[in-house]
């Protein structure tokens, strides 16, 4: 027997994709042979995948553009900015619920559950529908398999909505080689070409999350100093105000409220979002609605505009200046300023960030691209395509576990780079206390209750002692995702001590790998029926050509018989057609196939007959 | 992995078994080690209380070049490991000795020192009547009588004063332990720490008061 070797080869140079999950859209982007990154277009080739999707009623999961169109016709079938609720529960998104079409399923409390038509989704199943489509152009433009990306994240995610992230990816069958954070993402792909020396700030106002990042670049390490930011902050918020403003407008006008009905208010919402884009490059615009005869014409001047969001930018004021104090810098020590996101293209935004930095915005790199070539860049730099680069991020929030009265240890500071770790060491309180519950929480606050819960960590089966006497030495170490690891040991044995993890939001790991089984079986359904449906269609072409047949004297010429074997043939497969056994249908394909051998054959020697007649040799 | 004596500089690789002192790439076959927990170790440095930041930042990004998981992507699970866990300490120590008040509480509890949080909440006698004029003044703000705000502003001023003479105290205090190892220096630096610690918590205080808002970072959603 011959012996093989495993080649490596093709595991090293694997292709690894850059993605920006952006709330509203999301892009997938490599890194060309030349080493630049570039964005990968769908099949038709738009760089921009609208991060919506839609299960249409013939329960057919819809991504993009086409889940887009779903929104306005069939509204309760379709879900927009999942961003917002990833590694989420209920109570968190009571607000914007009063707006969005989303229905929520039973069962919400510590992960939302989304009821789009007949199926159930999870936001990081949704989120992974939009990562399968991106894989999917990926594959098309490369004509390779892509099986690892780098994802990005808002800089201000915690560890539950970046743990979703992840988990989105894992069932999208991606392999998430890392999680970065937007704005840091955009550095690189500002700060590669240009060999830049200093600090930079990355203002970032997306569609539905704000970050503000600050970085000192020297020597091709990107060092993230500090970040800040509102996971619940951007255009969104935009659109839904002026939707507000402007369904009650309507009211007022037409003397009917439009906010219950789906298909009126997401074409509303449409309209705003126009007016908002083209106030951007004109000085005034007209919000238009046309709904069931009735028509809605509102002008909207630009002043109007900036001072209804005026509330709305200053909200992204406190967290650059805390960054800034965080960073341990003065305004005028900043030397670029770089804006990323597709809300940067408003004018009073850049008016506000002008006059906070005292410098005028860098805005070469398309908004809207610049996270995904960021991405990709930072996938160069995994794969080995990018050498002398290095991206030294933070942890965006303090880490902190709960101690006795509700009151928080701060045992990792917010703005630490990442990966760090603590170490602590906990004992048991009463004679042969077998378990020890860590609480740990994310947040500056100083009680529990105004942090955000992350996890309780249950240290098992310790050795029954009197009270104080075991020594458990537990680590604390969030690793390069911004992802908390809990590693535990008992320090009188040595011994490695079980930890059993319970997040406070988002998938358990059974869940994610139900959920990967899930979409396995989906994909064999899916699989199923497009066997169906290709079996189905050979069976057409059979049929038609046996009924032209019989049209041809060759048919007559046949033997009884035959003429009766034909017939029964032709019946039964008109009968299992409508099966969903494709191979049933293939099988009595067959038989038809067979059944007309003989007058195919003869149908044939005719023919040749005629050919040779018709021939003048 | 295998974690091993913090307190010895010598141990065998995990990879090739050769005998490794202190340093974090085995000398025999190149692989990452399980990192020294010791932050002047694992810098290369002399334990000094007095440290040049800009050296210290040249030796940071020089060994996150080397340690980084970035560079260990493609290599073995346990070299992972080793890069995860080298990096953190790597991290862990330059946040503590890029801080000269963290470098010296590290060095202070690496010594025996006891430095515990409570310290800093007794009230050095001398500051008695400031902090007792000073509660009345924070109270009147919080029951907001916006009169108070001019002598709130003078108490902070007067308090980044004081810790602008303590950290100037502290330097001297530092370059004398370097040359002499004396204990009794140490704890006398604890003793001012102490102090500065508990007016940090009263300029804390009294800032929190004068811009609120200011105080509290960003919402994390």
């Known amino acids: 027997m011959g012996t093989f070797q495993i080649d490596f080869g093709d595991q090293e140079k694997a292709r690894v994709v850059g993605i920006d999950l952006g709330t509203t859209n999301s892009l997938v982007a490599y890194l060309d042979p030349a080493g630049h990154p570039e964005i990968i277009p769908d099949a038709g080739g738009r760089k921009i995948v609208p991060s919506v999707v839609a299960v249409a009623p013939s329960g057919e999961v819809l991504v993009g553009h086409a889940a887009r169109d779903m929104l306005i016709t069939h509204p309760e079938r379709a879900v927009y900015s999942v961003k917002r609720l990833m590694g989420r529960g209920v109570v968190d998104i009571e ?108 203002y970032d106002l997306g569609g539905g999350t704000f970050d503000i990042s600050i970085l000192r670049i020297k020597e091709g390490i990107f060092e993230v100093l500090a970040t800040n930011g509102d996971t619940h902050l951007g255009g969104d918020d935009i659109d839904n105000l002026l939707l507000r403003v402007a369904i009650e407008d309507i009211e007022s006008e037409w003397n009917e409220d439009i906010s219950e009905n789906g298909e009126a208010v997401q074409l509303l919402r449409r309209a705003v979002i126009r007016a908002k884009e083209e106030l951007s490059y004109v000085p005034q615009t007209t919000i238009q609605l046309e709904y069931r005869g009735k028509r809605y014409d509102r002008e909207l001047r630009r002043d109007l505009f900036e001072r209804l969001i005026t509330a709305i930018v200053d909200r992204t004021l406190p967290p650059c200046r805390q960054c800034i104090r965080d960073a341990g810098l003065s305004v005028g020590e900043i030397d670029e300023v770089v804006l990323v996101g597709g809300s940067t293209r408003i004018p009073l935004v850049r008016g506000a960030v002008e006059a906070l930095f005292r410098a005028k915005p860098h805005a070469e790199l398309n908004p809207e691209e610049v996270v995904a070539l960021g991405a990709a860049v930072q996938a160069g730099i995994l794969s080995g395509h990018v050498g002398d680069t290095l991206l030294l991020d933070v942890t965006p929030l303090s880490l902190g576990i709960e101690i006795m009265g509700g009151v928080v240890s701060k045992i990792i500071p917010r703005n630490s780079t990442i990966p760090a770790s603590a170490t602590e060491t906990f004992t048991t309180a009463v004679d042969g206390q077998r378990h020890v519950l860590i609480h740990v929480v994310q947040g500056e606050r100083e009680l529990v209750r105004d942090c955000r819960s992350l996890a309780r960590f249950d240290l098992q089966d310790i050795d029954p002692l009197p009270a104080g ?44 790998e139900a959920m990967i089984r899930e979409s396995f079986e989906k994909a064999e359904e899916d699989f199923r029926e497009r066997q169906v449906r290709e079996a189905r269609v050979e069976a057409d072409a059979i049929l038609a050509a046996v009924e032209k047949a019989k049209q041809n004297d060759a048919y007559f010429e046949l033997p009884d018989e035959e003429r009766q074997a034909i017939d029964r043939a032709v019946n039964e497969l008109l009968l299992v057609y409508h099966s969903d056994n494709h191979i049933l249908i293939r099988e009595h394909l067959e038989r038809v196939n067979q059944a007309t051998l003989h007058l195919a054959e003869n149908m044939m020697n005719a023919a040749v007959r005629g050919v040779l007649k018709g021939t003048k040799i | ?68 998981p970035d560079r260990f992507q493609r290599r073995s699970p346990q070299e992972q490991q080793c890069s995860l866990e080298a990096s953190s300490v790597l991290n862990d120590g330059y946040r503590v000795l890029r801080n000269p008040i963290e470098r010296a509480e590290y060095v202070l509890k ?27 003044v924070l109270e009147e703000m919080r029951g907001g009588e916006e009169s108070a705000r001019p002598q709130l502003e003078q108490a902070r001023t007067r308090f980044q004063d004081m810790r602008r003479e303590i950290d100037d105290q502290l330097g001297e205090l530092f370059r004398n332990y370097d040359e002499s190892r004396d204990r009794a220096v140490l704890a006398r630096i604890r003793g001012v720490l102490n102090r500065r610690r508990y007016i940090g918590n009263l300029l804390r205080d009294v800032e929190k008061e004068l811009e609120p808002a200011a105080s509290l970072p960003g919402r994390d959603g």
């Not at chain 2, 990879?15 to 290369?44: M, N, W």
């Not at chain 2, 440095?45 to 040049?52: A, G, N, P």
């Open chain 1, 469 to 512: 006497m075991a020594r458990i030495e537990v680590r604390f170490l969030i690793d390069a995702n911004g992802i908390l690891n809990v590693t535990a040991r008992d320090l009188r044995t040595g011994r490695e001590q079980s930890v059993d993890i319970k997040p406070s939001y988002g998938l358990t790991d059974e869940q994610v």
């Open chain 2, 110 to 136: 690496q010594e025996g020192f006891d430095i515990g949080e409570q310290r800093g909440k007794d009230v050095p006698p001398e500051l008695l009547e400031e902090v007792f004029e000073l509660n009345m």
């Open chain 1, 95 to 202: 607000e914007e619920l009063k707006l969005f079409p989303f229905r929520i399923a039973a069962g919400s409390e510590s992960v939302i559950r989304l009821q789009l038509g007949e199926r159930v989704m999870t936001p990081p199943q949704a989120s992974a529908e939009i990562l399968r489509q991106l894989k999917r152009n990926a594959e098309a433009f490369l004509g390779e398999e892509v099986r690892q990306a780098v994802i990005t994240v808002p800089a201000y995610f915690n560890d539950a909505q970046r743990q979703s992230t992840k988990d989105a990816g894992r069932i999208a069958g991606l392999e998430v080689l890392r999680l970065v954070n937007e704005p840091t993402a955009a550095s690189l792909a500002y700060g590669l070409d240009k060999r830049k020396q200093g600090i930079v700030v990355v």
């Open chain 2, 1 to 68: 992995m295998r974690a091993h004596d913090p307190a010895s500089t010598t141990f065998t690789c995990w990879h090739c078994t050769a005998e490794v002192t202190g340093s974090l790439f085995c000398p025999g076959c190149k692989a990452i080690q399980a990192p020294v927990r010791d932050y002047y170790r694992f810098f290369g440095l002399e334990r000094k209380l007095s440290l040049d930041t800009g050296d210290l930042q040249h030796r940071f990004y020089e060994l996150s070049r080397q340690l980084h």
